[in-house]
């Protein structure tokens, strides 16, 4: 190998990324040629310094990402309760309408129960493989510590009021005190949303 | 030889991702912010360097790790998993300038991707290291900006900052290992010529 095939490879040389056979090529070759040794000289104080670099680099962006992870699960969480609230309120649309309330309230009991053990814990769907259960046990977990249980107790008993019941004014209601007692949280996020999709506004 | 270019980047002490994916499928609660800790700056800063912002980038790196949860029960290990982080990584960034493109009615932002500089007090030690520090990273922030052509920052930017080893580097950005070499010969030549009178002067 000439000088123009051993430069290309002194920085994976300096990082000790080459396979044994390059490593012993550049190595024969640098015991007789000076300028690339000169080469090997320079690249490796020029590596240093960009290792500097990153690594400082990596420590001042260290307090922009503090609560990423917070983000990250708050994101999944969102995603997760929408999705859990649109397949309850698809199997419920047929007592939207108020004449159904009566008929249906014995029903409408039983789907609160339902509700309530859902939102905090969204339903995995059943297409997912068996793993997926686990992971969604792990997010889960993380979200009691995130999520203000009480606010999401408050937000079911408000869809109760609204999808079940057929009462937008009171559930409108309801949904305000939630977004006022946990600003900036999953919860008061998806009050708004129901509040900015809401048919009715008082 | 991944364990050299590991101490050597300063990655935390944190258990092997291979490990950590597999705590996540057991349902492991913590393995997953374990895996967010150990890789966020480095997403982060790959990304900053495409979009050039801290909101976007953050964005970006939020986005990367929601998808990688998503489909990390289905995931096998058939490259490594900072390859398949990375990738995942580069998508979004093509996406962020494809959708950027679309609703271009801002005005061109030349700002540059400011890294904030290391707080003074932490190098009040040593005064005259805050300012050579400080050049030093101007400098190549300068040349990586400026005059280093789109596949040669790439490269260099998943080498250095991503942690890769040059055949990884080759697999997310889908070219061969010499011309991943190429690229990196040709970056670190160029920073190493404006660095150059620094060294000279004694001042590095
Ligand atoms: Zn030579």
Same mark, same amino acid.
């Given at each position: 190998?000439?000088?123009?095939?051993?430069?290309?490879?002194?920085?994976?040389?300096?990082?000790?990324?080459?396979?044994?056979?390059?490593?012993?090529?550049?190595?024969?070759?640098?015991?007789?040629?000076?300028?690339?040794?000169?080469?090997? #000289?320079?690249?490796?104080?020029?590596?240093e310094?960009? #290792?500097?670099k990153?690594?400082?680099?990596? #420590?001042?962006?260290?307090?922009?990402?503090?609560?990423?992870?917070?983000?990250v699960?708050?994101?999944?969480?969102?995603?997760?309760?929408?999705?859990?609230?649109?397949?309850?309120?698809?199997?419920?649309?047929?007592?939207?309408?108020?004449?159904?309330?009566?008929?249906?309230?014995?029903?409408?009991?039983?789907?609160?129960?339902?509700i309530?053990?859902?939102?905090?814990?969204?339903?995995?769907?059943?297409?997912?493989?068996?793993?997926?259960?686990?992971?969604?046990?792990?997010?889960?977990?993380?979200?009691?510590?995130?999520?203000?249980?009480?606010?999401?107790?408050?937000? #079911?008993?408000?869809?109760?009021?609204?999808?079940?019941r057929?009462?937008?004014?009171?559930?409108?209601?309801?949904?305000?005190?939630v977004?006022?007692?946990?600003?900036?949280?999953?919860?008061?996020?998806?009050?708004?949303?129901?509040?900015?999709?809401?048919?009715?506004?008082? | 030889?991944?364990?050299?270019?590991?101490?050597?980047?300063? $990655? %935390?002490?944190?258990?092997?991702?291979?490990?950590?994916i597999?705590?996540?499928? %057991?349902?492991?609660?913590?393995?997953?912010?374990?895996?967010?800790?150990?890789?966020?700056?480095?997403?982060?800063? $790959?990304?900053?360097?495409?979009?050039?912002?801290?909101?976007?980038?953050?964005?970006?790196?939020?986005?990367?790790?929601?998808?990688?949860?998503?489909s990390?029960?289905?995931?096998?290990?058939?490259?490594?998993?900072?390859?398949?982080?990375?990738?995942?990584?580069?998508?979004?960034?093509?996406?962020?300038?494809?959708?950027?493109?679309?609703?271009?009615?801002?005005?061109?932002?030349?700002?540059?991707?400011?890294?904030? +500089?290391?707080?003074?007090?932490?190098?009040a030690?040593?005064?005259?290291?805050?300012?050579?520090?400080? +050049?030093?990273?101007?400098?190549?922030?300068?040349v990586?900006?400026?005059?280093?052509?789109?596949?040669?920052?790439?490269?260099? $930017?998943?080498?250095?900052?991503?942690?890769?080893?040059?055949?990884?580097?080759?697999?997310?950005?889908?070219v061969? +290992?010499?011309?991943?070499?190429?690229?990196?010969?040709?970056?670190?030549?160029?920073?190493? +010529?404006?660095l150059?009178?620094?060294?000279?002067?004694?001042?590095?």
């Amino acid at each position: 190998m000439n000088c123009n095939d051993i430069a290309p490879l002194l920085i994976a040389y300096v990082h000790n990324d080459l396979s044994d056979e390059e490593r012993e090529a550049v190595e024969s070759h640098l015991k007789n040629c000076p300028e690339c040794s000169r080469t090997l #000289e320079e690249t490796i104080w020029t590596v240093e310094l960009l #290792e500097r670099k990153v690594e400082a680099d990596m #420590e001042s962006v260290e307090p922009l990402l503090g609560d990423l992870e917070v983000k990250v699960y708050r994101r999944l969480a969102a995603e997760w309760v929408r999705e859990a609230r649109r397949r309850w309120i698809d199997r419920l649309w047929f007592l939207r309408r108020p004449w159904a309330w009566a008929a249906y309230a014995a029903a409408a009991l039983a789907f609160g129960v339902y509700i309530g053990s859902h939102h905090l814990a969204p339903e995995r769907p059943a297409d997912q493989p068996a793993l997926a259960a686990k992971a969604d046990e792990c997010i889960r977990m993380r979200l009691r510590m995130y999520a203000d249980e009480e606010a999401f107790r408050k937000l #079911e008993s408000a869809h109760v009021i609204k999808y079940v019941r057929g009462d937008e004014w009171k559930a409108w209601g309801v949904y305000n005190q939630v977004i006022r007692e946990n600003p900036g949280t999953v919860a008061a996020m998806i009050a708004s949303e129901e509040i900015s999709t809401a048919e009715y506004k008082p | 030889m991944g364990e050299k270019r590991k101490r050597k980047l300063n $990655i %935390e002490e944190l258990p092997e991702d291979e490990e950590l994916i597999k705590r996540i499928k %057991e349902g492991d609660e913590r393995a997953f912010e374990l895996l967010m800790r150990k890789y966020k700056r480095r997403v982060y800063l $790959i990304a900053l360097q495409s979009t050039k912002s801290h909101e976007d980038a953050e964005d970006i790196t939020q986005e990367v790790f929601i998808r990688v949860f998503k489909s990390i029960p289905s995931w096998e290990p058939r490259a490594s998993f900072s390859t398949w982080l990375y990738k995942v990584t580069s998508h979004l960034c093509v996406d962020y300038h494809r959708s950027r493109v679309r609703q271009r009615v801002e005005s061109v932002d030349d700002e540059e991707a400011a890294v904030p +500089e290391p707080r003074a007090e932490d190098l009040a030690s040593h005064p005259d290291r805050v300012a050579e520090e400080r +050049e030093i990273r101007r400098l190549i922030d300068e040349v990586i900006q400026k005059n280093l052509s789109g596949r040669q920052r790439d490269a260099f $930017i998943l080498y250095y900052y991503g942690g890769l080893q040059v055949k990884e580097v080759a697999e997310v950005l889908g070219v061969a +290992e010499g011309t991943v070499k190429m690229h990196l010969f040709r970056a670190v030549s160029k920073i190493r +010529e404006a660095l150059k009178p620094l060294k000279e002067r004694g001042e590095i």
